[in-house]
């Protein structure tokens, strides 16, 4: 069974910051790109960021400029800083492997528990 396990969330101002870590297995790490989505009450689950094993990346309009993506492969762990956070990104937050930048459906249909990320003053 496919582990995701994500990390890092919490309650943040409005403004603030949060650095999400999500740690995966070697073999999804040497295969795959990374990616980070959000969930939130009452919507569809949505990808914010992508990083591909090469290192490009990818963003959604809504992030860009806030969000970013970045791997460490020696750690099979991918991670996502948040700046300027709004209240709008108040969201679980998952990652799961992608085979493309973001134009493909995430690799694995298991996702791990996600962790829970609140903006709000």
């Known amino acids: 069974q496919v582990q995701f396990v994500e990390s890092g969330g919490g309650l943040v101002q409005p403004g603030g910051s949060l650095r999400l870590s999500c740690a995966a297995s070697?073999?999804?790490?040497?295969?795959?790109?990374m990616a980070w989505y959000r969930q939130a009450p009452g919507k569809q689950r949505e990808l914010v960021a992508v990083?591909?094993?090469?290192?490009?990346?990818n963003y959604p309009d809504s992030v860009k400029g806030r969000f970013t993506i970045s791997r460490d492969n020696a750690k099979n762990t991918v991670y996502l800083q948040m700046n300027s956070l709004k209240p709008e990104d108040t969201a679980v937050y998952y990652c799961?492997?992608?085979?493309?930048?973001?134009?493909?459906?995430?690799?694995?249909?298991?996702w791990g528990q996600g962790t829970q990320v609140t903006v709000s003053s």
């Open positions: 990083i591909s094993i090469g290192g490009s990346k």
């Open positions: 070697r073999s999804i790490f040497n295969s795959y790109g």
């Open positions: 799961n492997a992608q085979r493309g930048l973001g134009g493909s459906p995430p690799v694995f249909a298991s």
